[in-house]
């Protein structure tokens, strides 16, 4: 059963109890084997087995035993209980022959008298359909025709009783047996009444020792029905709580509820609705035309539309403005009526929410979607001009570049995302003096800035080495110059600078703050030690430290940006592995175009490029 109940049910053990106070040791044993039964759900002979085995066992009284169980149970219950029950005991001691206690016995109905069977079966389908709490029970009576006992034909099927027994467990079970504490109660009184006259009846409120010991206050409402009874038990506490969810609900919500009556002209509001409108509910609340009133003019079409839905007969749903004091509030309202045979209605309800909080946030969300829009225009625009700034000035080949002593290829991956438009850039170029000048590069960030930054570089090492030195180390030194002469606003930026020697294949190389290049021989790939150089434009006087290496024919140097083997979630000797496996696999025996095309990057948000040299036999070698 619910709690509702469990509630019931105590109350009832107490009524019970107290109904058959009697100072007779025979009343002792009973009420104290009806207080056990109900308390723990066994059958009334049970509890009278164990009142029986306890006087044994202690060599006492069986009345004695009785009378220490019903004042242990008597003493947890709380003051109020008590007192009732003395007052009912005061009652019953005055009026002792007005109150006939039935006999009570181990019987086990298992089916409903056969006359009333089929409206017990139909008191089960009606119950099953009906949310509440209820039972139905049908009298029971002796050979003179005196209602003895009750037995039980339907049970709600949420109802679940201090037990736990559900209605297939109590349904065809006498009163008496299955709650024997029941009996010449209050509610059982006013059972035996209502079978007599017909008359529905109210017991309570009552108070209760709840499950905790919790004092509550439960009612029960007796209605005849048929051959039988209809209880419904009804908690007003409950009821009470309901109807503070219910505000809670309204005030979390900002919703309120009206109703207008239009035969009587009365209107109703809730509490919430007076607040909505911040009215003073002592002055009722709004006539038609101080709510006409408050509508801002602009919304009269709204209002118009609404109106012609209400008058097809439709639910009306519309959101619209109304000023209230100095300030403007957004309402949605949902309008339907009770109607007449013909339709026209009797009854106008609706339910109002104060929406102003998320109109004023929709508005402000489709200001900012506006502005976002406008604003990826212009970065789709800046994208657009830097990459093609980006091919300009870095046109990338699609073959071998021929160079003295070397073939070249290069291979550039741009990000996925156009809003990545980078400054990566590479430089293999012979110089004066026939020997070959490799560069690569990276600049930090993206954009028209990384791609200008990253021209002015690439143009700068290609004027330098023609008017200055091939020195790499002095090169990198020039080109620091170059960022820091842009003070704070400096940029930075990475580069690997080399000076190949086609004669005798040495390879003098520097590098500021770049990945060192990878070098591939007989299948074997090893990185370059790496000489030490900060970043570009980073400090005012770096040091850049160069390294000299010697490639044979056939050996393959590749020289990459970041995006090859960087990735946040792996390390940076992660990153190599995937290349390193590559190059062992295939630089000896695959062209360069088709050997990078096989290198993959490890971020693709990052732009990625690629230079790859072989050395071949040079022409003066070959004479």
């Known amino acids: ?314 639910t009306v749903d519309m959101i619209y403005r109304v000023r209230i004091g100095d300030r403007i509030k957004f309402l949605r309202s949902v309008i339907d009526a009770v109607r007449d045979v013909n339709g026209r209605p009797i009854k106008v309800y609706g339910i109002t929410q104060d929406v102003t909080a998320r109109e004023i946030s929709r508005a402000k969300l489709a200001e900012i979607e506006q502005q976002l829009q406008s604003q990826r225009m212009s970065l789709e625009a800046e994208h657009l001009l830097a990459s093609q700034l980006q091919h300009i000035i870095l046109p990338i080949p699609q073959t071998t570049i021929d160079l003295p002593g070397l073939q070249a290829a290069v291979r550039y991956l741009p990000a996925e995302h156009a809003s990545q438009v980078g400054g990566d850039w590479y430089h293999a170029a012979v110089v004066s003096d026939g020997q070959v000048l490799l560069a690569i590069g990276d600049v930090a960030g993206h954009g028209i800035r990384a791609a200008t930054t990253m021209a002015r570089l690439r143009h700068a090492l290609a004027a330098l080495s023609v008017t200055s030195t091939t020195e790499p180390a002095e090169l990198l030194s020039h080109l620091n110059r170059l960022l820091r002469a842009d003070g704070r606003d400096a940029d930075t930026a990475t580069a690997v600078i080399a000076r190949y020697d086609p004669l005798d294949g040495t390879l003098v190389w520097a590098q500021a703050g770049h990945p060192p290049p990878l070098r591939t021989r007989r299948g074997s790939t090893t990185t370059l030690d790496r000489p030490g150089g900060p970043l570009l434009g980073a400090v005012r006087s770096p040091v850049y430290e160069e390294a000299i290496t010697r490639l044979d024919e056939g050996d393959v140097l590749l020289f990459y940006t970041d995006g090859l083997i960087e990735h946040r979630q792996r390390t940076t000797a992660e990153g190599f592995v995937p290349v390193i496996r590559t190059l062992n696999d295939a630089a000896e025996h695959l062209p360069l175009t088709e050997l990078i095309g096989r290198l993959r990057r490890a971020n693709a948000q990052d732009d990625t490029c690629i230079l790859a040299v072989r050395r071949v036999r040079a022409p003066e070698e070959r004479r």
Request: hydrophobic content about 40%; glycine content about 8%.
């Open 1 to 314: 059963m619910s709690s509702q109940q469990d509630y019931l049910q105590r109350l009832a053990d107490i009524d019970a109890a107290v109904a058959r106070a009697q100072p007779d040791p025979r009343v002792l044993v009973d009420r104290a084997a009806g207080f056990i039964a109900g308390r723990v759900g066994c059958r009334i002979d049970e509890a009278y087995g164990q009142l029986q085995l306890i006087a044994t066992e202690q060599g006492r009284p069986l009345a004695e035993v009785a009378g220490d169980v019903l004042a242990t149970m008597q003493t947890h219950m709380p003051a109020e209980v008590r007192a009732v029950r003395a007052a009912v005991d005061g009652v019953l001691q005055r009026d002792q022959t007005t109150v006939r206690r039935p006999a009570v016995t181990a019987r086990h109905v298992s089916v409903p008298p056969r006359e009333d069977s089929e409206w017990a079966a139909t008191m089960r389908q009606v119950l099953a359909a009906v949310s509440g709490s209820h039972t139905a029970v049908s009298p029971v009576r002796d050979a003179a025709g005196q209602v003895e006992d009750f037995v039980v034909v339907a049970v709600s099927p949420s109802v679940a009783d201090l037990s736990g027994r559900r209605d297939g467990q109590v349904i065809g079970r006498l009163i008496s047996e299955t709650y024997p504490t029941v009996v010449g109660g209050p509610v059982w009184q006013a059972w035996k009444d209502t079978v007599d006259d017909r008359i529905p009846r109210e017991v309570g409120p009552l108070p209760y020792e709840g499950e905790g010991a919790v004092a509550v206050t439960v009612v029960v409402r007796v209605h005849a029905v048929g051959p039988g009874l209809l209880n419904s038990w009804v908690r007003p506490d409950e009821q009470a709580r309901l109807a503070e969810r219910i505000d809670q609900t309204e005030r979390l919500g900002n919703l309120g509820w009206g109703e207008w009556d239009l035969l009587s002209g009365n209107v109703v509001w809730s509490d919430e609705m007076f607040r909505i409108y911040e009215r003073d509910p002592a002055d009722g609340p709004l006539r038609d035309e101080e709510s006409r009133a408050l509508r801002l003019p602009e919304d009269e079409p709204i209002h118009q539309q609404a109106a012609a839905t209400f008058g097809r007969g439709e």
